[in-house]
């Protein structure tokens, strides 16, 4: 049976990226792909951009969906937009993988998908692999993958799903069928922080260890500085997701939840930062990160400074 690796792009005014990122999936070796670009109401010319490069490109598809004026800022919307046009267009004949990959996100080299999708099992449902972290301002890279210890469905759905590298995951789209059928959605749209975390507890609930492949290969390359939900988010909005979060996983660790969001309070108080400094993040519990070479990480990616 012929494979196939599709990659959603979610994309909301990504024009200085958004074209590198589309490049690196559709340079892939060794394996056929398809770019879903999703662009969720950018005004920027990313639309524009990505039209004008790739609309003789059969590979490539893009697709526009509003914003409203008061829309929360979340990717959920356009993913699930994306994944719902890759279910729409699978034929029987071939064997689907989906990944996500944000707008400022790059595939590691031109190999990666093939050579993840080789190291799958009869019955693999997802495979899992390594994010590179490159901070460009600060020229600092880091590779971040789960401890081995914390690879279990049990473990990942009680607490270590929050050291999980969420966007270095391959999806079976046989296990995307049966979260639609039972849930009939893939990522929370009422969550603006932590939609990956959400969806990746859903994930690991329909898997048993056996059909979930851990790798440490690097699958991406994120681009950490500047502007993003993550360093933007206040905290009234991220302890509110954190606690949807909860409510909707009956499994996830209430302590740990709590220490998390304290975590986060105490990182954003200018009079506790003597202390938070030596407190490690909660995520680092379950994950190894360890200091790449930044001029390595920035020649493989093209990035070039402002």
């Known amino acids: 049976m012929k494979i196939e690796a599709n990659v959603v792009i979610p994309m909301y005014n990504s024009v200085s990226s958004i074209e590198k990122s589309v490049r690196s999936v559709l340079d892939q070796k060794n394996i056929f792909v ?9 005004d920027d010319g ?7 490069k790739f609309r003789n490109d059969e590979r490539v598809k893009i697709v526009s969906i509003g914003r409203s004026k008061n829309e929360k800022r979340s990717a959920s919307k356009p993913l699930n937009c994306g994944i719902q046009e890759i279910m729409n267009q ?18 590691y080299n031109p190999y990666v998908l093939s050579k993840a999708i080789n190291m799958k099992k009869q019955d693999t449902l997802l495979i899992c692999g390594s994010i590179i972290f490159a901070n460009s301002s600060k020229k600092i890279a880091s590779k971040y993958h789960l401890q081995e210890k914390y690879a ?9 799903a929050y050291g999980f590298p969420h966007h270095a995951t391959l999806i079976a789209l046989d296990l995307l069928k049966i979260i639609e059928k039972e849930e009939n959605s893939f990522f929370c749209t009422n969550i603006g922080y932590g939609e990956d975390f959400d969806f990746s507890l859903k994930l ?37 997701d954190h606690l949807i ?28 930062k003597g202390v938070i400094n030596k407190m490690e993040a909660p995520a680092l519990k379950f994950a190894n990160n360890t200091i790449e070479n930044y001029e390595k990480i920035k020649k493989m990616s093209g990035w070039t400074e402002e």
């Open 152 to 160: 279990t469905v049990n473990k990942l759905c009680k607490c270590a």
């Open 204 to 240: 690991f609930k329909n898997c048993k260890d056996d059909q979930i492949v851990f790798i440490e290969d690097e699958f991406i390359i994120k681009e950490q500085s500047g502007e993003t939900i993550t360093n933007t988010i206040s905290s009234k909005k991220y302890i509110k």
């Open 90 to 107: 699978t034929r029987n004949d071939l064997e689907i993988w989906v990944m996500r990959l944000d707008a400022d996100d790059m595939l």
């Open 245 to 272: 979060i909860l409510l909707r996983n009956s499994k996830l660790s209430k302590i740990f939840m709590l220490k998390t969001i304290l975590w986060r309070l105490l990182n954003n108080c200018k009079f506790c």
């Open 34 to 42: 398809k770019v879903f670009v999703v662009d969720h109401g950018s």
């Open 46 to 52: 990313s639309l524009e951009l990505v039209t004008q």
